[in-house]
């Protein structure tokens, strides 16, 4: 397949490679940037420490904090004076970044990217937020540093303004327990079919005795 057309078969599939269009970019992320009928101007790039990468033409280009389709806009916009029209993509290949992991009772519990300034309320909302049965107001993060620490939350504090929402650490593990009500429910209905299961045995066993 000649170079061109491995571009163009990679220009029309960038779509499927950007399913979290609101990722914001970090240092050490690798790029893949692609522009249409350009070969030169295509390179995979690391985002340096500073936050920017560097291109043909445009020099160095800040791409640390903007999103993979704010990054192509800029990039788009800095190559028109030098070529006509152009079509940029922007792909981020590679993630700098560690996973958080959120268990318990949140409507799409797992792992999410985690990236510079992410808090515990945004990564509930990412998670579709809390069942109907979460103690909101005792989350725990379990944080393996140095020393293994439990960190208790009350998420209604934070979400009233009462206490600072949490800054997390790539490694993170956050647990929404169950309200201690729907525990006793759950196991007051678990006796409750027991107790129904035993009357209809006892009942069963006096009717085959009687007759």
């Given at each position: 397949?000649?170079?061109?057309?491995?571009?163009?078969?990679?220009?029309?599939?960038?779509?499927?490679?950007?399913?979290?269009?609101?990722?914001?970019?970090?240092?050490?992320?690798?790029?893949?940037?692609?522009?249409?009928?350009?070969?030169?101007?295509?390179?995979?790039?690391?985002?340096?420490?500073?936050?920017?990468?560097?291109?043909?033409?445009?020099?160095?280009?800040?791409?640390?904090?903007?999103?993979?389709?704010?990054?192509?806009?800029?990039?788009?916009?800095?190559?028109?004076?030098?070529?006509?029209?152009?079509?940029?993509?922007?792909?981020?290949?590679?993630?700098?970044?560690?996973?958080?992991?959120?268990?318990?009772?949140?409507?799409?519990?797992?792992?999410?990217?985690?990236?510079?300034?992410?808090?515990?309320?945004?990564?509930?909302?990412?998670?579709?937020?809390?069942?109907?049965?979460?103690?909101?107001?005792?989350?725990?993060?379990?944080?393996?540093?140095?020393?293994?620490?439990?960190?208790?939350?009350?998420?209604?504090?934070?979400?009233?303004?009462?206490?600072?929402?949490?800054?997390?650490e790539p490694g993170d593990v956050?647990?929404?327990?169950?309200?201690?009500?729907?525990?006793?429910?759950?196991?007051?209905?678990?006796?409750?079919?027991?107790?129904?299961?035993?009357?209809?045995?006892?009942?069963?066993?006096?009717?085959?005795?009687?007759?």
């Amino acid at each position: 397949m000649k170079f061109k057309t491995l571009i163009a078969v990679l220009f029309l599939t960038v779509p499927a490679f950007c399913a979290e269009e609101e990722y914001k970019i970090s240092s050490d992320d690798v790029l893949e940037i692609f522009v249409w009928q350009n070969a030169d101007l295509c390179r995979s790039v690391v985002v340096q420490t500073n936050g920017k990468i560097s291109l043909p033409l445009i020099k160095d280009i800040q791409a640390e904090g903007l999103t993979s389709q704010q990054l192509t806009q800029d990039i788009t916009n800095r190559l028109i004076p030098f070529i006509k029209q152009p079509q940029v993509s922007v792909i981020i290949s590679k993630f700098s970044h560690r996973e958080v992991t959120i268990l318990g009772q949140v409507k799409m519990p797992g792992s999410y990217p985690v990236r510079k300034n992410f808090k515990l309320v945004e990564l509930i909302s990412l998670s579709q937020g809390f069942t109907e049965t979460a103690a909101t107001d005792d989350v725990r993060i379990v944080r393996n540093g140095t020393e293994r620490q439990t960190i208790e939350v009350d998420v209604d504090e934070i979400l009233e303004g009462k206490t600072d929402d949490v800054v997390l650490e790539p490694g993170d593990v956050v647990f929404v327990p169950q309200t201690t009500w729907s525990e006793t429910t759950t196991f007051l209905d678990k006796i409750a079919t027991t107790l129904t299961l035993v009357v209809s045995i006892i009942t069963l066993t006096v009717l085959l005795i009687h007759k």
